[in-house]
T-cell receptor, first 110, second 111 residues
């Protein structure tokens, strides 16, 4: 059974600082996703990572994937308040069925 | 871009009643829809997979007679929570077979 672990579960950051969220998964998968969720809202797609060594960047967020280590990271550069949200990684267990991590609540303080 | 809509966005019902949630793909055909449930401050859990024109497949532990899924067309999947109870209160989110497109979610509160 595929298990997806995220850490940390809660992250309080100062504006301007850098930090990384980690996503480990237990079995081989072809795809890994990162999503953002604002309170009371649905999920917004951030990144899709499809191959070992894949790196994608959008603004202050950068995601990478190491399939050998079964690890993905979401790196936040120079955090701003607008990045405050809950971030989920999700792994395809097959058949396009996603297993989600527990989520990381990010709070950026000014 | 492709959009998935859900209706209603929120619903409050009495215990014992049934509630139907609709999930529509607005400008594309979704042969498969996935239904997720998210309890407050928790992650998303896959409940079932609906396929157009065939029976839905349910995840372990999800009662198929309680959560009825119908996918009668390529643009509409419905989830009916039958005989709802307070423990069914949750945020229900559908996702089209294109992984980027989640519906906006339906918040169900059962009194």
């Amino acid at each position: 059974e595929l298990k997806v672990e995220q850490n940390p579960l809660f992250l309080s950051m100062q504006e301007g600082k850098n930090y990384t969220i980690y996503c480990n998964y237990s079995t081989t998968s072809d795809r890994l996703y990162w999503y953002r969720q604002d309170p009371g809202k649905s999920l917004e797609s951030l990144f899709v990572l499809l191959s070992n060594g894949a790196v994608k960047q959008e603004g202050r967020l950068m995601a990478s994937l190491d399939t050998k280590a079964r690890l993905s990271t979401l790196h936040i550069t120079a955090a701003v308040h607008d990045l405050s949200a809950t971030y989920f990684c999700a792994v395809d267990r097959g058949g396009n069925k996603l297993v989600f991590g527990a989520g990381t609540i990010l709070r950026v303080k000014s | 871009g492709a959009v998935v809509s859900q209706h209603p966005s929120w619903v409050i019902c009495k215990s014992g009643t049934s509630v139907k949630i609709e999930c529509r793909s607005l400008d594309f055909q979704a042969t498969t829809m996935f239904w997720y449930r998210q309890f407050p401050k928790q992650s998303l859990m896959l409940m079932a997979t609906s396929n157009e024109g065939s029976k839905a497949t349910y995840e372990q532990g999800v009662e198929k007679d309680k959560f009825l899924i119908n996918h009668a067309s390529l643009t509409l999947s419905t989830l009916t929570v039958t005989s709802a109870h307070p423990e069914d209160s949750s945020f229900y989110i559908c996702r089209a077979n294109n992984e980027q497109f989640f519906g906006p979610g339906t918040r169900l509160t059962v009194l």
